[in-house]
């Protein structure tokens, strides 16, 4: 009997401690997708205004990879580093403008090429 007694008392502030906890999970989720911009949907500008300064690139970064991955697999990385260094205005026509895009990528890759024959090249 003294034994049983106690439990009871000391059992249910545990359950509405794990209620509260189990009420703040499940508010963290639900916040989740209004941060993250799905992939697949396209990047308007006014989305990219609405988005963080920071975040900004971030986003334009994750829609420009796939696309240059498909022209260049070995160099996405690298050339998507390099756009990213433009403005986001003239990245945003570039999403649009596969011609643009391609104008860039190639321009990339040149400069990529005349880094790597200056490295190879006798130093005097």
């Known amino acids: 009997q003294y034994i049983g007694s106690p439990l009871p008392r000391r059992g249910s502030p545990t359950i509405t401690t794990v209620r509260q906890a189990s009420t ?9 997708p ?14 990219l205004a609405a988005a963080p ?3 900004q690139k971030q986003l334009l970064g994750e829609r420009l990879y796939p696309l240059i ?16 260094e433009i403005d986001n205005s003239e990245l945003l026509h570039m999403l649009e403008s596969p011609e643009s895009l391609n104008s860039k ?11 790597k024959a200056k490295e190879c090249s006798p130093k005097k």
């Not at 703040?24 to 989740?32: L, T």
């Not at 209004?34 to 989305?47: C, D, Q, R």
């Not at 697999?73 to 690298?78: C, F, I, R, V």
């Open 24 to 32: 703040q999970v499940a508010s963290a989720p639900v916040a989740e």
């Open 34 to 47: 209004a941060v993250h911009i799905p992939g697949p949907e396209p990047l308007t500008a006014s989305m």
């Open 53 to 55: 300064l920071m975040d």
């Open 69 to 84: 991955h498909a022209l260049h697999p070995n160099l996405a990385g690298k050339i998507t580093g390099m756009l990213l």
């Open 105 to 115: 990528v190639e321009e990339a890759i040149a400069v990529l090429q005349a880094h």
